[in-house]
């Protein structure tokens, strides 16, 4: 049990080569790469089956002795700033783990047909294996600077998935408007990244939690400047989860293919904003008001995404609103301080939604509209 949580931090790596073997082999054998296209989604689905075995493996450990498990490297240090890099794994860690490895096999598996006569193949499956690389570090960081870091690289695997189809202009827009509303709540993220350290001097997630309690139990810190922190942190989390007022890329995003829209934008990419939140609830607990602004933003973004759900003609749209009245829920679960309903409800949704979208919108099913994928031309290699 101790090797397997020693050795945890490949977790985010092994997906890594895909896209790296990709890359050059279009550099290096052009012709040779794209004759062999339909073989890459094999070690795709293979190495994101590896990681999922990895992460039953912890799940059931945790399970088991519910113990935290944190390994930490010094990067730089001097009398001033200290980094290190490292990788955490809790029951968060584990649940999150087995939610992206599980979909993403099923999105990969789906998508090797989905995709077979595009051609953007290749592009496609390196696109999806760095966005699983990103998220897998995202969940196990063990520090805010490396959550910042996979954060972005995550909203940047959006931006290329999303404006897929760049050559259409209104995938091109929808990915734009993606980048530029996310890059808002992520210089947020980071300004209170900074706050945070300037505070307590760290940025480990231990360290941080215990010095900035004792800040505020000891009433030794300017509480409207925490809460102001507090604030800028949630941004981040508004942001990519798609609340309310930053909610406006997700209905844009599904512009992307169906297997994108299932995986980043009704599964895992959107409850990034809500692993953020179950991170840092240990630190959001105890500021006043900060969960109450929390639970307030949920339910604004639960009634404001089902009532403009019912006003849509586009499928893929009302599922995006609906999307986003769901996360609403699980912010305002987060705001009550309900961790495990939360979770809860993150992992029931992510399943149903992502299959719901294969469902209704892979197989080609029309309401009444031209679906965008049915009118993308199809150019074979």
């Not at 968060?92 to 490895?101: G, V």
């Not at 805010?144 to 995938?171: D, H, K, N």
């Not at 309900?338 to 992502?354: E, G, P, Q, V």
Request: net charge neutral.
């Amino acid at each position: 049990m101790e090797y397997t949580h020693q050795s945890s931090w490949i977790i985010p790596f092994i997906p890594l080569p895909v896209p790296i073997l990709i890359g050059a082999g279009l550099l290096l054998f052009p012709t040779t790469t794209k004759n062999l296209r339909r073989m890459w989604a094999f070690p795709s689905i293979l190495f994101l089956s590896i990681v999922m075995i990895f992460s039953v493996d912890l799940s059931i450990h945790q399970i088991n002795k519910s113990f935290i498990y944190q390994y930490v490297w010094s990067w730089t240090i001097n009398n001033d700033l200290s980094l290190e890099f490292g990788y955490l794994i809790d029951s968060l860690t584990s649940i999150m783990s087995i939610l992206i490895t599980t979909v993403g096999i099923l999105v990969l598996i789906y998508s090797d047909n989905y995709m077979s006569h595009d051609q953007g193949y290749l592009r496609f499956f390196a696109y999806m294996s760095f966005f699983n690389t990103s998220m897998l570090g995202l969940v196990t960081s063990s520090n805010l600077i490396q959550i910042y870091i996979f954060w972005e690289l995550v909203g940047m695997c959006s931006y290329l998935l999303i404006g897929f189809w760049f050559t259409r202009p209104i995938a091109a827009n929808a990915c734009q408007k993606a980048f530029v509303t996310n890059r808002v709540g992520d210089f947020g993220l980071l300004l209170g990244i900074l706050g945070l350290y300037w505070i307590t001097g760290s940025f480990e997630f231990r360290d941080l939690f215990q010095i900035f309690n004792n800040l505020i139990y000891q009433n030794e810190v300017n509480i409207f400047f925490v809460t102001l922190c507090a604030l800028l942190l949630f941004c981040g989390s508004i942001a990519k989860s798609a609340q309310f007022p930053l909610h406006v890329w997700l209905p844009d995003a599904m512009e992307g293919p169906t297997p994108i829209s299932a995986l980043i934008h009704a599964a895992t990419m959107v409850a990034a904003g809500v692993f953020l939140v179950a991170r840092l609830l240990p630190l959001f607990i105890v500021i006043p008001y900060i969960m109450n602004v929390i639970a307030f933003i949920g339910i604004i973004t639960v009634v404001l995404g089902a009532t403009l759900a019912l006003a849509q003609k586009d499928i893929k749209r009302n599922l995006a609103y609906s999307t986003m009245s769901q996360l609403g829920y699980m912010m305002l679960a987060l705001g009550m301080g309900s961790y495990r309903a939360a979770l809860f409800h993150l992992i029931t949704h992510a399943y149903s939604k992502a299959l719901k979208l294969r469902a209704h919108i892979g197989h080609g099913l029309r309401t009444g509209i031209e679906l965008y994928e049915l009118e993308v031309p199809v150019v074979p290699q």
